[in-house]
């Protein structure tokens, strides 16, 4: 009888306790297929493995050891069963506290978490912590993010993702309490809800195209020529310097006509530029714009240029994305001769130079112009279909750019793809999510309405698909005439996306037309509900050549606006959330090292709770496009205002440089950022001893995206160029200065009579057109007297 006791003892499952949602916390009861009960194995890849239940514990009897002997790729991992048997039931909003003691031989591993959506079921959430080596037992501790919506259970466990093992013990799961304080209303109702704009009583002084915000605060405003043919003929070049703690500007020497360049801040803070204008479109179309092969660096500290070696091609509109390792990949713009660039481009990080073009991977592809390429967790790139000028690339319009195998995969689904021009993708929060959202666009060849699509892109899926998100919201939109709302799917292109540190993404500005037909509307779209929530509009028209950036202090700075006639804007906007009309904000007190590296823990302290932290990579944003923008969320381990930040294992997550820090309460009111610098591989070699190194953790990859089912393209024949029309920017040379903008085709409601588009360009406020050479494709000379649009070109009506 005895005998039997003990075996039904044995038997009866371990539960969770009152406080511990976790069920068999301590391995105690056994279970099935050579796992205790309410745990499974899990895992994936090319390694050898073994799951053991030991002695030796932590507590109790048994401890479970994860053990991998070899690996070339992914991880193993004992998981909490995922069943609603086992896996603990969780509450939307939620936050929860993770616990566990632990032994481990290597630095591979970190405490990976799944969740259950009620519709999608089990997947990957995110990784919390990456567990130090440890020969003794060591607690370690994590917050959950808050809980998503649809979700109702999660499991969690220790991934092990290099060779050695992982010794576990003593589960705890714990409900966060959340005594959250109403938030007080610091402005009026309306403020509250949907945020404020103020117009600076200082305006821009230069005709910036390119927004950088330094990593001591400040913002470079790159104009270059300001797309002025007089300016570009007098070599008069300009940049400026904004400071937001005094709202003054300091002018800065420029070398090159950096009109269309591209840009990323470097892992050291610096900002490297490429390419730039060699020459605007010739009076006759003949010639269109042309990219030169210099490069520069701006140094934040002493506000200056230096040249680099050249590129190997000139890139007029390039792209730039920061890799894992530091290193800048370039794609697309125009050559010195108006063809298309098909030389793809790398700095070296190590070198700190442009490398060959023997020494880059080549597709001798077109990209076009300004495509955003997104880094992915694996360290491929996402080229997600946004781009300037006209229709997309051949194909889906979207595309996984795998470097090392040198292959691009369509992906499917994204609607209207040749109308995605400039509109506006961004990484959503947080970057492990690795979601992309795409908003809007048009097509300034076509000249349609632009549209008011977004689509939604899942990274993690096998076969990543876009599929539809809701529709923009629509707002006013000025035709020539005022202000009047928008109909039908009328939406906007021009329009930018910044990300918020409450983790959410304002969208704002924007124009219906080729250069022309502002609108007015602004709206924060939620990635956790997939919703937009419309709010105050800037009041100052933001179209062709605006830009919009988050400062420091959590407020969004927006600024110019280059319509078709030329006229510039120099007035600059500053937004302000509704997050920041909440009462008091959470403040950071003290950050004890602004030196990071990956998968390490870095203690801050504040003055009141929090619930999330994140890094924000500062803009470097022209065109709609900041393919480096990114949000990186920072599990907590909380002791009072003591906070320690879980810094992800992974570069290609986060890419190395200085970022943005902030602390954010649970109403979403953030903190103002401290600046910290997370260094990247080089940085830690360089300071880093031989055994210390060995001691640091890996980067985490998961095996997201591994089954694309899109046509799969090799790299094609080498060549020299693609071929690229002269009238690329959907401007009809025939009429006006290269920086004046007559559309190649009018809008839609615009007839084809001569008096119907002279009375549009009126309207939108042309002055004085002047015909270049003896063609009028577009009627605009009746008379022959070289004006477009002059006296007798116009029937008066009877």
């Known amino acids: 009888m005895g005998a039997l006791t003990s075996g039904l003892l044995l038997a009866a499952p371990q539960p969770a306790s009152a406080a511990n949602l976790v069920k068999n916390p301590g391995f105690e009861t056994a279970g099935t297929a050579d796992m205790p009960y309410c745990w499974e194995k899990s895992g994936w890849g090319d390694n050898d493995f073994t799951f053991s239940t030991v002695a030796g514990a932590h507590s109790g009897a048994k ?19 995922e069943s609603a048997e086992c896996a603990p039931v969780v509450s939307v909003g939620k936050q929860y506290d993770l616990g566990l003691w632990y032994k481990s031989t290597t630095p591979d591993a970190s405490l990976t978490l799944f969740r259950h959506d009620a519709t999608a079921g089990w997947q990957y959430w995110t990784d919390l912590k990456t567990l130090p080596i440890s020969a003794g037992w060591s607690p370690a501790t994590v917050r959950t993010p808050e809980v998503p919506a649809g979700t109702d259970r999660i499991s969690w466990g220790v991934s092990v993702y290099g060779t050695g093992s992982v010794t576990t013990d003593d589960y705890t799961m714990d409900v966060v309490a959340d005594p959250v304080p109403e938030p007080v209303c610091t402005g009026t109702a309306e403020e509250c809800a949907n945020g404020r704009w103020n117009v ?29 043919p007089e300016r570009f003929e007098a070599g008069e070049f300009e940049s400026a310097v904004y400071n937001p703690a005094n709202g003054t500007y300091k002018q800065i020497a420029t070398p090159k006509d950096m009109f269309c360049a591209g840009h990323v801040q470097l892992d050291d803070g610096r900002v490297l530029v490429m390419s730039g204008n060699k020459g605007y479109p010739s009076a006759d179309g003949t010639i269109g714009y042309q990219g030169y092969k210099d490069s520069y660096i701006f140094d934040p500290v002493t506000e200056t240029y230096s ?25 697309g713009g125009l050559k010195e001769d108006s063809t298309g660039s098909v030389t793809a481009e790398r700095w070296s990080d190590a070198e700190q130079q442009w490398l060959p073009t023997w020494k880059v991977n080549q597709t001798w592809s077109y990209w076009g112009l300004y495509p955003t390429m997104v880094l992915m967790q694996d360290g491929r790139l996402f080229y997600t279909g946004s781009h300037t000028f006209g229709n997309n690339i051949p194909g889906t319009g979207s595309a996984i750019y795998d470097y090392d195998a040198n292959t691009i995969t369509q992906t499917p689904g994204l609607r209207n793809k040749d109308e995605r021009d400039q509109s506006a993708s961004v990484l959503l929060p947080p970057a492990q999510d690795q979601k992309v959202l795409t908003i809007g666009g048009g097509n300034i060849d076509s000249n349609p309405d632009a549209n008011r699509l977004t689509d939604i892109i899942d990274l993690k899926a096998p076969n990543p698909t876009y599929v539809a998100g809701p529709p923009l919201p629509q707002g006013t939109v000025d035709l020539g005439n005022g202000k009047v709302p928008q109909t039908g799917n009328q939406g906007k292109m021009y329009l930018s996306a910044v990300l918020l540190p409450d983790g959410k993404v304002l969208e704002t500005g924007g124009g219906l037309h080729n250069r022309a037909n502002p609108v007015f509307e602004s709206s924060i779209f939620d990635p956790a509900t997939e919703t937009f929530d419309p709010v105050a509009a ?26 078709g006639n030329g006229s510039w804007n120099h007035n600059v906007s500053v937004y302000t959330p509704p997050y920041l009309l909440k009462g008091a904000r959470p403040k950071i007190t003290s950050v004890i090292d602004k030196e990071w590296v990956y998968g390490d823990t870095q203690r801050i302290t504040v003055d009141r709770p929090v619930a999330k932290a994140e890094l924000i990579r500062p803009a470097a944003v022209t065109h709609s496009s900041d393919p480096n923008q990114r949000f990186v969320d920072l599990p907590l381990s909380v002791d009072g205002n003591n906070v320690d930040l879980n810094v992800t294992s992974n570069p290609n997550v986060a890419p190395p440089g200085w970022y943005m820090l902030f602390a954010v309460d649970a109403n979403g009111v953030p903190s103002i950022a401290e600046w910290v610098h997370l260094e990247g591989p080089a940085a830690l070699a360089a300071t880093a001893s031989a055994s210390a190194s060995e001691d640091m953790a890996s980067a985490h990859v998961h095996d997201f995206a591994d089954s694309p089912e899109g046509a799969v393209k090799q790299p094609g024949k080498k060549r020299a160029s693609a071929k690229v029309s002269p009238t690329i920017s959907g401007c009809d040379r025939h009429y006006g200065s290269a920086n004046v903008c007559v559309p190649t085709n009018f809008p839609d409601e615009v007839k084809a009579t001569t008096t119907a588009r002279c009375t549009w360009l009126k309207a939108n406020d042309y002055g004085p057109l002047k015909v270049n050479g003896k063609d009028d494709p577009l009627r605009l000379d009746r008379n022959g007297d070289g004006r477009a649009c002059g006296k007798g070109d116009v029937r008066r009506a009877p």
């Open 538 to 563: 800037d009041p100052e028209a933001r179209g062709y050549h605006s830009s919009a950036f988050l400062l420091p202090d959590g407020r969004v700075m927006t600024t110019g606006d280059n319509p």
């Open 63 to 81: 401890a479970m050891k994860v053990e991998l002997t070899r690996r070339a790729e992914g991880d193993r991992k004992a998981l909490i069963t």
């Open 200 to 228: 600076l009583p200082t305006q821009n002084p230069v005709r910036s195209m390119h927004s950088v915000v330094l990593n001591n605060g400040k913002v470079l405003l790159i104009a270059g020529s300001g797309n002025d």
């Open 307 to 331: 040249k680099t070696n050249d590129m190997n091609d000139g890139h007029w509109y390039p792209s730039a994305t920061i890799l894992g390792n530091g290193d800048v990949i370039s794609f």
